[in-house]
C-alpha cells in the first residue's frame, strides 16, 4: 500500500493548457505539501497545509492554486502552463512537521 | 532564499571505497536529515537528526549533526552498486510545520 500516492507519474501537455496533479496519503499525517524539483534537481518547496489549512505559501506565480478537500488530499492545479512549469512535482506529508515521506512524483513536461 | 551548501557535487567511485558528503549552511537547523533519491523516484529519508553533535548510524551509513548547527555529513562505508542515485542533506528550524531546505545534491556512481 503506497504511503504518499500522485496521479499522474507523468503529464505531456501543451502551453497555455490547465492541469491538475493529485495526492493522497494514508499514513493519517495532518500536513501535506507540494515541492517542486527541477531540472538540475534542485528541490523547493511550494504549498504546504495542516488540516486543510495553507499554512506555507512560497513566492510562486499564482496560476497555481492548491487545494485540500481534507487531510488526506492535496491537490494541484496549474493554470496557463508555461515551458518554465516543466519540472517533477512531488506531494508530501508529515506528523507535526516531522517524518516527512515523500510521493514518487509528477514529471511534467509543457511543449 | 535560503540555500544549503552541498559537497560534492559528484563522485565516481570503485565498489568497496568508503564515500563522504557534506552540507553548510550559514544559518543554524535545528534538524539535519539526509535522503536519497533513485531514478523516478521521490527521495527517500535516509538519517535524521535532531541534536547537535548527535551521531547516527543506519546500515552502512552514518551521519553527524555539527556541533554549531550549521552542518552535517554523511559516510557511506564499503559502497556497493546499489549506493547510486542522488543524496540530499535537508534542513529544518525550530517548530512543527517549517519546510525543508534542500541542499543541491550529491550525485553517486559506484562502478564494479
Known amino acids: 500500500d503506497t504511503a504518499v500516492s500522485q496521479t499522474p507519474k507523468y503529464l505531456v501537455t501543451q502551453m497555455g493548457n490547465d492541469k491538475s496533479i493529485k495526492c493522497e496519503q494514508n499514513?493519517?499525517?495532518?500536513?501535506m505539501y507540494w515541492y517542486k524539483q527541477d531540472s538540475k534537481k534542485f528541490l523547493k518547496i511550494m504549498f504546504s497545509?495542516?488540516?486543510?489549512?495553507?499554512?506555507i505559501n512560497e513566492t510562486v506565480p499564482n496560476r497555481f492554486s492548491p487545494k485540500s478537500p481534507d487531510k488526506a488530499h492535496l491537490n494541484l492545479h496549474i493554470n496557463s502552463l508555461e515551458l518554465g512549469d516543466s519540472a517533477v512535482y512531488f506531494c508530501?506529508?508529515?506528523?507535526?512537521?516531522?517524518?516527512?515521506?515523500f510521493g514518487s512524483g509528477t514529471r511534467l513536461t509543457v511543449v | 532564499g535560503q540555500q544549503l551548501n552541498q559537497s560534492p557535487q559528484s563522485m565516481f567511485i570503485q565498489e568497496g571505497e568508503d564515500v563522504s558528503m557534506n552540507c553548510t549552511s550559514s544559518?543554524?537547523?535545528?534538524?539535519w536529515l539526509w535522503y536519497k533519491q533513485d531514478p523516478g523516484e521521490g527521495p527517500v529519508l535516509l538519517i535524521a537528526?535532531?541534536?547537535?553533535?548527535e551521531l547516527t548510524s543506519n546500515g552502512r551509513l552514518t551521519a553527524q549533526f555539527g556541533i554549531t548547527r550549521k552542518d552535517s555529513f554523511l559516510n557511506i562505508s564499503a559502497s556497493i552498486p546499489s549506493d547510486v542515485g542522488i543524496y540530499f542533506c535537508?534542513?529544518?528550524?525550530?517548530?512543527?510545520?517549517?519546510?525543508?531546505?534542500f541542499g543541491a545534491g550529491t550525485r553517486l556512481a559506484v562502478h564494479p
Open positions: 508530501a506529508s508529515t506528523e507535526g512537521g516531522y517524518g516527512y515521506t
Open positions: 499514513l493519517g499525517h495532518d500536513t
Open positions: 497545509y495542516n488540516n486543510k489549512e495553507l499554512i
Open positions: 544559518s543554524i537547523f535545528n534538524t
Open positions: 537528526l535532531y541534536k547537535a553533535g
Open positions: 535537508a534542513g529544518q528550524r525550530s517548530g512543527g510545520y517549517n519546510k525543508l531546505i
